[in-house]
């Protein structure tokens, strides 16, 4: 009897050390929750927001009813609305995984998101003759695979939703959150300004300028490769209060800025010189 007691404890005990590790492992960190409800949200009112609003878009970016762009610009929109929750929960999931000093796994989900849309662009666009419309379904696609990688992941390490609504901190994001509604606005504003005067020159132009955009955000992605570090590390040292890291951090990304833009600068003013000269 005894040595079956004993056992028997020695078993709770084991079962209560497991829960306990599983408990410290997946932890509740309402921050996350609410950054994930609110991306939901978002995501879903930009998708039915772009769903109505496609061709009174389209009409105020140039592209009317005589253009021959507008019938498929505006599938290609609708069909990339469907996709919006899917970005959105997927920004939001990044940031919590760069809070957790985590690069790798949204790398991960990054990379298998683009190659499925490298395999489903010929898949839907040609073998099954959607054109344009393909194109959107293959990248909502790999949206939501990113998405659903992310959202996996993470699950193994908090809770996604908190028990209660009032473990959600909606205040804290509203304040915090507005200086960056504030860039993303006016960096949207300026990127939707170019593309409708780009759209008014016609589908060559259009192309071109999609190039030269898809140039644009690879560069700055890598920019912003060192900034995403940074943050981490500025975030680390704020919530241990060493200040002095947080200085030293702060000082050492504007001097890698700094070399940064003026090296940009450099080679822009080269190829104004060269531009002027073959004029």
Known sequence: NLDSKSNASKANLTLDSKITETSVEKRLLPSVSSALVIGGALGILQAFIMVLGAK??????????ESP???PAEKYLKLRALGAPAVVISLATQGVFRGFKDTMTPLYATVAGDISNIALDPVFIFLLSFGVSGAAIAHVVSQYLIAFILLWSLH????????KI??????RFFKSGLLLLVRVTAVTFCLTLAASMAAQQGPISMAAFQICMQIWMATSLLADALALAGQAILASAFAKDDYEKARSTAARILQDRNCNWTLELSQ????????????
């Open 268 to 279: 822009r003013s080269g190829m104004l010189e060269s531009r002027n000269k073959i004029l």
């Open 69 to 71: 762009m507008q019938s």
């Open 156 to 163: 193994k390490r908090v809770v996604l939703l908190p028990p």
């Open 166 to 171: 009032s473990d959600l901190q909606f205040d």
């Open 56 to 65: 009174p878009t389209l009409n105020i970016m140039g592209v009317n009813a």
